[in-house]
């Protein structure tokens, strides 16, 4: 586990989890002698248990903010003091923040949990304003209001929702040096009218290098916001719903450089002949792409994936699921044509047994595992599979693969043969990897059970012993989301 010490060196103070929130009080040791809280301590007798001093200056290691830890973090120390004043404390140490030169490099305003409104417009929101320099070098900004339309049905106050977003806007609009924002779940709607307000006012209009789109709806007009911004190195398209004819039309129709980094789809989006369009147009640029086929009388989805292997050379991470009869063996053809840049794979054909034919998944599974070993590349920073496994098939592929060097690779075999003697054998023996998770997942009176090869220890020893790292591997599964969020 990371001491809460180490959480302060790396800079993510509230959001690596240590249970002990003591540095807390390491920060209030700058607390100016005047500040309110300083009374407000002294009656708790919390000012002898704050440091006489300190070695450096602590605030000022903070990279990575995020509202929501930040406010739960305060709560959880605070708790010891039962009439404390909160809020007090809250704002004092973000007082704290910006009279000690914090450098941040990522703010996430994460507005979710309806108790912690109060802190936001007469306090963090306002002295972010009122101290410009404290988010100056920020260059990745997450804007989050959680599974809600918007603001105005969380607090049911028509002026304090104005007063947020107007806020929230102002906070945006200070920035030319932001490379990245993410506009995260349905909150898309909420914001855009105030994105598209403020990015085409012609002298202010600010520079983005990368913009993140994850799962909204309301998707017009996209056009006039991507063509108001002035630098947009990379776009990134997580399924969003929908993805229709007229959202790709609008990307197809700009007249400004459109650089698709990331699409990841699946069965709700609208597969049709628009899509091969946007990759004709855009694939070039495309580095990471998701795809999930789930009908079995789709045959644009063939037509797909070749255009995938037209246009899309650069592939580096590509993420599958949801196979059907039709575009197995297509999908085989995309992993052998993009090999040359592929680092990250994912071949997920899971769904519960009752709702799928279970003969049909059994059968993709093996085509899959005796197929896909003599098509990889010479080396992958990641492998996961999840597929229901025979020894035999599976016997097959580490034999076929044995040319290909592994980073991490993860298995989730459900309700298949028992592989670990092949594990040992073909990965174990040879040092193949040098992180392995594996999951055995089986269905009994209708529910799932889960067994981890890392909760055995001995197994861990085993595995150590040939410097291979067994992991958890829910734990170890790679999320795309971040992956970009941290790559670009």
């Known amino acids: 586990m990371v001491s809460f010490s180490d959480s302060i060196i790396m800079g993510k103070p509230f959001s690596i989890s240590t249970g002990n929130y003591n540095f807390i009080e390491i920060y209030l040791y700058n607390l100016n002698l005047n500040d309110d809280l300083k009374?407000?301590?002294?009656?708790?007798?919390i000012d002898k248990l704050l440091p006489s001093n300190t070695l450096f200056n602590y605030p000022s290691f903070i990279k990575y903010l995020n509202t929501q830890d930040f406010i739960s973090s305060v709560g959880r120390w605070a708790k010891a003091y039962l009439n404390l004043n909160k809020k007090l404390v809250i704002i004092s140490l973000f007082k704290i923040f910006i009279e000690n030169d914090v450098n941040l490099h990522t703010l996430e305003i994460e507005l979710t949990h309806l108790g912690y409104?109060?802190?936001?417009?007469?306090?963090?929101?306002?002295?972010?304003?009122?101290?410009?320099?404290?988010?100056?070098?920020i260059k990745f900004l997450k804007l989050y209001n959680g599974k809600t339309p918007g603001f105005l049905y969380i607090n049911n106050n028509p002026n304090e929702d104005k007063l947020t977003k107007d806020r929230i806007s102002q906070i945006i609009n200070l920035h030319r040096n932001l490379k990245k924002i993410v506009l995260d779940h349905t909150n898309f709607p909420s914001y855009q009218p105030l994105l598209l307000?403020?990015?085409?006012?012609?002298?202010?209009?600010?520079?983005?290098?990368?913009?993140?789109?994850?799962v909204f709806e309301q998707l017009e007009p996209l056009?006039?916001?991507?063509?108001?911004?002035?630098?947009?190195?990379?776009?990134?398209?997580?399924?969003?719903?929908?993805?229709?004819?007229?959202?790709?039309?609008q990307i197809i129709n700009l007249t400004r450089p459109f650089k698709l980094k990331s699409l990841f789809i699946n069965d709700r989006s609208q597969i049709d002949q628009s899509l091969q369009l946007l990759l004709q147009k855009y694939g070039?640029?495309?580095?990471?792409?998701?795809?999930?086929?789930?009908?079995?009388?789709?045959?644009?989805?063939?037509?797909?994936?070749?255009s995938i292997i037209k246009y899309c050379k650069n592939i580096?991470?590509?993420?599958?699921?949801?196979y059907n009869n039709q575009i197995i063996y297509p999908t085989l053809n995309l992993i052998e044509n993009i090999k040359q840049n592929l680092n990250y794979l994912t071949i997920n054909i899971f769904e519960p047994v009752v709702l799928r034919n279970i003969i049909d998944y059994n059968k993709y599974s093996s085509i899959i595992l005796q197929n896909l070993g003599q098509i990889l590349?010479?080396?992958?920073?990641?492998?996961?599979?999840?597929?229901?496994?025979?020894?035999?098939?599976?016997?097959?592929?580490?034999?076929?693969?044995?040319?290909?060097?592994?980073?991490?690779?993860?298995?989730?075999?459900?309700?298949?043969?028992?592989?670990?003697?092949?594990?040992k054998k073909y990965i174990m023996k040879k040092k193949r990897v040098r992180y392995l998770a594996i999951k055995n997942s089986f269905h009994k009176n209708a529910l799932f059970h889960n067994k981890d090869l890392f909760y055995l220890k001995d197994e861990v020893e085993e595995f150590g012993s040939y410097n291979i790292k067994l992991q958890n591997y829910n734990d170890s599964i790679m999320g795309v989301y971040n992956y970009i969020k941290e790559t670009y």
Not at 39 to 45: P, R
Not at 290 to 305: A, E, Q, T, V, W
């Open 197 to 214: 307000s403020k990015l085409i006012m012609p002298l202010k209009l600010m520079e983005y290098n990368v913009i993140v789109f994850k």
């Open 223 to 249: 056009d006039k916001l991507f063509e108001q911004l002035n630098v947009l190195e990379s776009v990134h398209i997580f399924h969003c719903y929908p993805i229709n004819t007229s959202f790709i039309q």
């Open 284 to 306: 070039a640029y495309l580095e990471n792409l998701g795809c999930g086929f789930r009908s079995n009388h789709d045959p644009i989805s063939k037509k797909l994936i070749k």
């Open 39 to 45: 009374t407000e301590l002294n009656k708790y007798d």
């Open 377 to 423: 590349p010479s080396k992958l920073e990641y492998l996961s599979l999840t597929l229901h496994i025979k020894a035999g098939n599976f016997k097959l592929f580490l034999e076929s693969s044995k040319n290909t060097i592994i980073k991490k690779l993860l298995i989730n075999n459900e309700d298949g043969d028992d592989i670990l003697p092949y594990i």
């Open 316 to 322: 580096k991470l590509l993420d599958l699921h949801d």
């Open 117 to 137: 409104l109060s802190y936001f417009n007469n306090g963090i929101l306002e002295l972010i304003l009122q101290n410009t320099n404290f988010i100056h070098n």
